[in-house]
Every structure is written in structure tokens, then in C-alpha cells.
């Protein structure tokens, strides 16, 4: 699969993300939505660390460009809500911020993210470390296959 298209389809969840604030507002198929969205993204995102590991990029370089898309949403909402006050802080960064992540599910993150005491914050990090460890185990299961077929 050409490059490209797999740092393409690292962007998959924002639009997941954004579909599910958009069902949200729809009665049961909301509900849905928020139910399968989040699975349907951890499968997605481990199939996509496994056509990551047919490529020619090391780990560190595949992980990397894998996760980029929820390293810089990570960074973008702890500037946007850790770093700036509500007057500074822009609504549209602040948004886009929380697209990436409205795509873990939120409903099984949640209960641990309440222990801490900015669970919010709490909820967003716990969400790139599931997203991000769901593609690197993708990477490493396909690195693995690949090396039983030489």
C-alpha cells in the first residue's frame, strides 16, 4: 500500500470522532454510535498498524507516523486546555482537539479517568495510550507474520 494513503488513513479517527458528535444527536442511532464507533476504530487501527509493518520504515519511524495524528491532538489539547486560560484558548483548536480521541471508548476509559484529579485530561491521555498500543500491537503482530513468511 503506497505510503501516502497510510498516513491518509491515520486521520480515520477525526472523521470516526466527528461522526459520533454529529449521532450523538440522534435518538438511538446515537446510542449506537457511540457503542460501535469506538470498536470499530480499535479494529481499524490495528489493521492499519499491521499495513504499516509491510513497509520499509523501521518502528520507531512507523509508530511514529502511525500515532502522529494523535500526538499532535494530544499536544494541541493540553496547550489548548492545560495551557491556556478559557479567554486565550481558541474554540475551534479546542474542538479539533478532542475529534481524535472521541473515538476510544470513552465508556470503558472513563471509570479509571475519574480517579485522577483532572479526569478529563486523564480521559484524553488514557485514550491516545489505548488508540496508540492498539496500532503498535497491530505493527508488531504484522512484523511477526511478515518475518514467518521469509
Known amino acids: 500500500m503506497k505510503k501516502f494513503l497510510l498516513i491518509a488513513m491515520t486521520l480515520v479517527p477525526f472523521a470516526a470522532g466527528h461522526l459520533m458528535d454529529v449521532m450523538l444527536l440522534v435518538p438511538v442511532a446515537g446510542t449506537l454510535t457511540f457503542y460501535l464507533v469506538p470498536l470499530a476504530v480499535l479494529w481499524f487501527l490495528f489493521w492499519l498498524g499491521r499495513q504499516y509493518a509491510g513497509t520499509d520504515w523501521g518502528p520507531g519511524r512507523a509508530l511514529l507516523f ?85
Not at 500526538?71 to 491556556?84: D, I, K, P, R, T
Not at 465508556?107 to 486523564?122: E, H, I, K, N, S
Open 66 to 150: 502511525g500515532n502522529a495524528a494523535g500526538l499532535l491532538s494530544l499536544a494541541l489539547y493540553l496547550w489548548q486546555f492545560e495551557g491556556q486560560n478559557a479567554e486565550e484558548r481558541s474554540l475551534l483548536l479546542a474542538g479539533l482537539s478532542q475529534k481524535y480521541f472521541t473515538a476510544a471508548p470513552q465508556y470503558l476509559l472513563g471509570p479509571v479517568a475519574r480517579l485522577f484529579p483532572r479526569p478529563v485530561t486523564a480521559l484524553e491521555a488514557f485514550s491516545f495510550l489505548l488508540l496508540a498500543g492498539v496500532f503498535a500491537l497491530g505493527f508488531f503482530t504484522g512484523r511477526k507474520a511478515k518475518k514467518g513468511k521469509s
